[in-house]
C-alpha cells in the first residue's frame, strides 16, 4: 500500500490497517447497507465502516419503522403522494415524491424475492409496510457478506481523505482494539444518520453528526438544517420514544386535567415546560392492544419490567430530542445522491430529506423509505463514479482534513469532553429552546456554541479511544451552530419549525435555506425555488 | 440501562462486546465481560437480543442505574424474554410471522 505512509497522523500510530476499495460506505444503517449493497452488485469492491455494529446500530435496528409499500396503481399512488404532501408543507417536490415511493416498491420486493420474511397478514397476504429493526438489519447483514462487501465493525470513522479536489476515502479507529484504519477508494457515501445528540432516545446514541462535521470540512453545502426540532414522547424514565402508541393515549397534568389542543405535541411540550406530564393509554381497545404487543414488544420492555400495565396505569412521560434523525434537514443533494463534494455521496439522515418530506417528515414511513431509495442512489452513483476513476484513484496523493478534535490550531488543552457535552446539549435539548424557539434564544444558543467552536478548534484532541468522542463532540457543535443558524433566517412558523416570534406561515418563505462552514457558518435561500408547481395537483 | 451480565449463564462468547452498537463491554480473558461505560449505554436492548444464552439484563431506565437482583430475575423469566417475543428463539420462531404491526397502521 503505497498511501498511507502519505498521511503523517498514521505513520505515528501503532497499527494501521489499510484498504481498497472502489467504493467506500460510512455507516451501517439502512441506508448505507442498500448503497452497499447497490455498489456491489454494480462490480464495485465496497468496504463499509460502522460505528458500531452493522445490525444493532443506528435507529431503524433498535426501533423497528413503518415504511411506503404502495403498488404502481394509478390511484393508489396517487394517494400516497397527497398524504406526503399534505405534510411537507410546499417544500417537497412531487417528482422527488413518486420516484422515492417507486423505488422503495421495487427494492421491498427484491427483499422478499431474496427470502426476507415479510409478516403475514390474517387473510395470509404478506405485509410489507413495516420492517422489524432486528430482522431487517440482520438479513441486510447476511446479504452483505454474501455480496462480497468488507464490513469493519465498532470501525467510526475519524475523517474524509481528500486527493486532487476529490474525495478519496476515510480513515478511522477500531474502538477495541485501537488500531488505526485508512481505506482509499473511489468514491465515498456518507451514511452515518442523523445527530440526536446523545439525547438516549431509542437507538440514537452513535449518531452524532460525524458526517455533517466530515462533509462540512470538505466544503460540502448543507440543506434545510433549521428542520431539527423533532421531539418524541416516551416514559419519562425510558428510551423508547415510539410516538405511535399515543395516538391511543390520554395526557394528562399533575392536577388530573385533560390536556387538549389542536396540536397535541405543542400542548404537551408547553406543558412539560411548566410542570410534569402522565399519559395511559386507555383508548387502545383489545385489538391495538393486541397489534402493540405482537408487532412491537419493544414498547412493553419499559413498562413490564419497572411493573406498569400503560393501558390503565398513568406514568410520567417526557419528550426526548431526536434531532434530524426523524427531523429532516442534511447535506444537499442531486438527484443521484451527489454532494457539492466531488467523489462524495450522501443517503438516508446523512442527507436532506426535504425532497421527500419538505418542512415535516410526520408520520407513515418516509424516512425509511428515505433511506432504501436515497440508499440504492447513492450507491449506483458512486460505483459509477469509481468505475470512472478507475483503479488510478489509489495512486493519487491522499490527505486527511480533519480538525477540530483531531487536529487543534493552537495548544492542545486539556478540554473535558464530557463538559462541552453537557454545554451543547443544555442549548438544543431544552424544550423552550428548541421546540419553541425564538430570535432572542437562537442567538443567544448560537453564541455560546461558537464560542464552545472556538475553544474546541484550537484545543480539543483525543487520544486513544477518546479520539472518537473528541470527534463526536465537534460533530454535534458543527450541526447544532447550522441548525440554528438556519433557524435563525427562517423568520416564520413552518412545520417542525415553531417560532415564537413568528407564529404563522410566511408564503412567501416557501423556499430552501442553504448553509454550510465551519468556523463562519453561511446560510442563504436556495436560488429560484418557490416550490410551487406541486400545488397544482 | 444495563445492569446484568450472569456469570452464572454467560459462556464468555464476548458476542455483546462485538454487537453493542455503543461500546459498553470491555471483553476480559477467561472471564464474562465487563460493564465498563455504564454511562455511554443507550437501552436499546441489542444486547438481550443477541446474547445466546439470555445472561444479559437491561433494566427500564435510561437515565440512572437501577439495583437488579438476579434471582428475583431468574423467577419472573425475564432474562431472554424479549428476544422470545421477536421470535428469535427456535420455540418462538413463528412470533416472527405474526407481526401484528399493521393493525396499528391500518386505517383508523
Ligand atoms: C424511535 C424511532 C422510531 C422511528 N420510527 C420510524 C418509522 O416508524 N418510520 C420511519 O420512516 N422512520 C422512523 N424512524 C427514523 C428512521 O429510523 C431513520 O430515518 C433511519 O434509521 C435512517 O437510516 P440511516 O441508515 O440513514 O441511519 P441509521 O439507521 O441511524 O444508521 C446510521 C449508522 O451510521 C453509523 N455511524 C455514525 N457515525 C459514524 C462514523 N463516524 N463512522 C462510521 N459509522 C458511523 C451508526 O453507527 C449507524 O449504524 C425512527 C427513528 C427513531 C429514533
Ligand atoms: S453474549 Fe452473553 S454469553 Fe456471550 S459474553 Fe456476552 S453475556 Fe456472555
Ligand atoms: S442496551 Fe444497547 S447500548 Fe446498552 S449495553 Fe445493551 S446493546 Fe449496548
Redesign the interface.
Known sequence: MSSISDLPEYRAAAAVSALEADVLVLGGGPSGAWAALTAAAKGARVVLAD???L????AT??A?T?IIHVPPDPALREAAFSRRWANAFEIAERGWIDRVIDATWHNLNRLADWGY?F???EDGSS?R??M?G??YMRFLRRRLRKAGVTIL??SPALELLVAEGSVAGAAGID??SGERWAVRAGAVVLATGGCAFLS?A?????LTGDGTLFAAEAGAVFSGMEWSGHYSVSAA???VTKG?VY?WGTFTDADGNVLAGRDRQSTVAQKLIDGPVYAVLDKASP??Q?????????IF??????GIDPFTQRFPVTLRYEGTVRGVGGLAIDEDCATSVPGLYAAGDAASRENLVGATSGGGGPNATWAVASGVWAGQTAAAFAARLGRHHASRKARGIGGNGLRPTGTSRDLDTGEIVAAIQREVLPLDKNFFRSERGLTDSLGNLDGLWRDSAAGLVGTGPSIVRARETAAMIATSRLMFASALERRESRGMHRHRDYPTLDPAQSRRLLSGGLDRIWVRPEAGTILKEAIAS | MIELVSAERCTGCNICVSVCPTNVFDAVEDSPPVIARQGDCQTCFMCELYCPVDALYVAHDANLAVAVDELALEDTKVLGSYRKAIGWTADSRPRRASDRSYLLLKPH
Open positions: 460505528k458500531g455494529f445490525g444493532t446500530s443506528g435496528a433498535a423497528n413503518t420474511p409478516p403475514t397478514m405485509y409496510g413495516t422489524r432486528p430482522d465493525d465498532q474502538r477495541v438516549k431509542l437507538g440514537t446514541n452513535g424514565f425510558a428510551s405511535i395516538f385489538r391495538i393486541e397489534g402493540m404487543r405482537k408487532g412491537q414488544p419493544n420492555l419499559p413498562f413490564d419490567r419497572m
